[in-house]
């Protein structure tokens, strides 16, 4: 089995930066693609990002392209999310998410973290 454990949320003003961790344990050597989703108050859990084994691939949502980035650092079984210029709309508790495959939809994903709040004032 596989653990995922989110870190790094909080509450920040809009334009900030932000910087979550997810540290995998277990057997971590089978999650090959990691990422994040998000799940805002009253709404459905939206990709964020994903991230193959080696990095080389990179995803994101089309609402944080250019403001996030995705990387991993297998030695240490954890994967960040590096978010810049938070808007409101970035309110969520986000989900650290892993899969024994390639693939980044949500019914794709096998393993899942508790999730990490993270609040953007206006």
């Known amino acids: 089995q596989v653990q995922l454990v989110e870190s790094g949320g909080g509450l920040v003003q809009a334009g900030d930066s932000l910087r979550l961790s997810c540290a995998a344990s277990?057997?971590?050597?089978?999650?090959?693609?990691m990422g994040w989703f998000r799940q805002a108050p009253g709404k459905e859990r939206e990709f964020v990002a994903a991230?193959?084994?080696?990095?080389?691939?990179?995803y994101y949502g089309d609402s944080v392209k250019g403001r996030f980035t995705i990387s991993r650092d297998n030695a240490k079984n954890t994967v960040y999310l590096q978010m810049n210029s938070l808007k409101p709309e970035d309110t969520a508790v986000y989900y650290c998410?892993?899969?024994?495959?390639?693939?980044?939809?949500?019914?794709?994903?096998?393993?899942w973290g508790k999730g990490t709040l993270v609040t953007v004032s206006s």
């Open positions: 277990g057997r971590a050597v089978s999650v090959t693609t």
């Open positions: 991230i193959s084994w080696r990095g080389s691939t990179t």
């Open positions: 998410v892993g899969s024994r495959g390639s693939q980044v939809s949500i019914r794709d994903m096998d393993y």
